[in-house]
């Protein structure tokens, strides 16, 4: 029995779940807080106490490196608007969506990809098929489908990230 361009593309997302499980698993609080170069884009303790993502509207030049802590809020801000996206619910602002802090950034990111699980188990192959706008302009003609291999492919780049950032720094460590 051929196999739906849904059943790939869940595959292709548990894989991906599973290459970055590995970094996951084993990051800790001084993890997230690394900064591995200057200038490096971080999240920040605002007066209130919430985290703050560094943020430029155009991209800097030279471009910061993001630790740990950023690429795990990266991830829940636009595995978030995705969502919402997808679920037809009001797209959240990048400033709403909060990061917990090292302690809770783990377990954040897998409760994510547990309600991305329910959005993926609510799709039909026919709805991978429908116009979406998101990430990219509503003129763009991409569909549902495409949206869901961005997600993919947007989780594996940025897990990767964490996980060359998790194992230069366990390098420098061991000195």
Known sequence: MAESRLDLLRWQFDLTWALGEVHLAELTADDFRWEPARPCWTMRRSEDGAWIADWADAEPDPIPVPTMAWLS??????????????????????????????????????????????????????????????????????????????????????????GQQRLARAAALAG
């Open 73 to 162: 809020w990266h991830i829940g801000w636009w595995w978030s608007t995705a969502m919402d996206h997808l679920l037809e619910r009001p797209v959240r602002e990048r400033e709403s969506v909060r990061w917990p802090g090292p302690d809770g950034a783990v377990a954040w990111l897998t409760a994510l990809r547990d309600e991305w699980l329910t959005v993926l188990d609510g799709l039909t192959d026919g709805r991978l098929d429908e116009p979406s706008a998101y990430p990219w302009p509503e003129d763009a003609g991409l569909t549902v489908g495409h949206q869901v291999a961005w997600v993919n492919a947007e989780l594996m780049k940025n897990l990767a990230e964490i």
